[in-house]
């Protein structure tokens, strides 16, 4: 079971944006790899720390969190969708990030600790920048009935695609592509400045290749050696049942595409919800207003009640009063990643006729001399609120 990001970090749920940033430091600084050179458990606990801080000091994901726990942010892997969250935390990734939280002690790679903590001596060799592309942003709009099921949608999205002329790589010729001479391919270059303690070294991007440790000498004329161009892709989204409104699923690498082959960005999809004509949800529950007459309420019987996949037969009883309400377990949505279902919660109404005929006033005339027809509610006759408040209890 995945543990609470709140204990991995040590705050409480209550914790302001600097007291995250300040414990998330504490951590990172404890288990970091140059501190723990071939330690798996310390790498571990650092890749779990960057994954707990990037969900809470994001308002979005950690209100997402805070409602559905890892629920809401897990499934999100490949092409399958999932709600919500999906970050594949290696190194790199943690260093590009959260890099700048640590005052140059982190470099853009395994930078390690320069100019601190032994001089740098567990220091691992800086390596040129991961290109990335970047990430796009869809919203899919869901009847009850698909969020009912595993949901198939193919969207034709507008995005950056590899250019054609050179195949995503810049330029026709590889031998086009060489080692940067400012950085010698390392991507970065040292800065040093005198300060108190000495002279003190901290490794920046270079500004020459933009620290990917190449240049182009003859960039492609159709994309300028960038790679990439505008064109189209037609994906299939498949989205689990049970999404709410508001949700987000993540498609990895399948948002723009990354200059010159790298790693392209993610498509993050929004799930907006679109309002029912017969059924109103909250949370996994469906509720129905349904109306019989007045001979069903009176003599009783079997009607056949709507659901999302069809209709359900339920019997009355005679004497069935307007306000009842029904239960029908299980024939609501299901819930992320379960197979546990919500329940149909259904509100009786006896229909009374606004217009009649000469025929039906005589007949139903004859039924005020009746004292069978005199209203007497009984003493345990529970209050509509009571009736309600009995599903939620």
Known sequence: MKKDYYEILGVEKTASADELKKAYRKKA???????NPGNKEAEEKFKEAAEAYDVLSTPEKRARYDQFGHAGMSG???????AGYNVDFDMETIFERFGDLFGGHFGGGFSGFSGGFGGGGGRRQQRPRVRKGSNLRVTVKLTLE????????KLK???????????GQGTKNKADVVTCPKCNGSGHVIHQQQSMFGIM????????????????KNPCSTCHGTGTVKGEEVVAIQIPAGV??????SMREKGNAAPRGGINGDLVVAIEEIPHETFERDGNNLYLNYYISFPQAALGGSVDIPTLDGKARVKLAAGTQGGQVLRLQGKGLPELHSNRKGDLIVNVN??????????????????????????KPGKNEKSFFNRVRQFFT
């Open 29 to 35: 600084m404890d288990f970091h790899p140059d501190r």
């Open 201 to 216: 070294q901290q490794a920046v991007m270079c500004d020459q290749c933009h620290g990917e440790g190449t240049i182009i």
């Open 350 to 375: 006896v229909w009374t006729p606004k217009n009649l005929s000469k025929e039906e006033r005589e007949a139903i005339e004859k039924f005020l001399k009746s004292d069978n027809f005199t209203p």
């Open 244 to 249: 709410q409104d508001g949700m987000q699923l």
């Open 76 to 82: 999100a892997a490949g092409g399958g969708g999932g």
């Open 146 to 153: 698909e969020i009912a099921t595993n949901t198939e949608k």
């Open 157 to 167: 999205i507008k995005k950056q695609v590899p250019c054609s002329q050179c195949n």
